[in-house]
């Protein structure tokens, strides 16, 4: 897979069938920790075998939400702390 190039620093969204593949070709371009926020009652999850083939799985740190709101809150958060090379919310 070629190179995936998305300007630093900025808010990307990613929409359609293929929108988590995007995601974690974003998150094979970075270093470091990806946090993953996801709706609690959302059916589908990220399944951890196909996650291997894009980036190592203890990269990975995923958050589940209860409530609508806390998804932006999260990953405003987590944008604004620096902690984390790349968030990723699941809206």
């Not at 920790?33 to 190592?56: K, N, S, T, Y």
């Not at 990269?59 to 209860?66: F, N, Q």
């Amino acid at each position: 897979m070629g190179q995936f190039p998305l300007a630093g620093a900025r808010a990307h969204e990613f929409c359609g069938r293929a929108r988590r593949r995007l995601a974690l070709w974003a998150a094979r371009q970075t270093s470091g920790p990806v946090l993953w926020i996801r709706p609690a009652w959302a059916p589908d999850r990220l399944h951890m075998a196909g996650i291997r083939a894009e980036i190592d799985p203890a990269r990975l740190l995923i958050a589940e939400v209860k409530r609508a709101e806390d998804l932006l809150w999260s990953l405003e958060e987590a944008l604004r702390s620096g902690a984390v090379a790349l968030a990723v919310a699941e809206l």
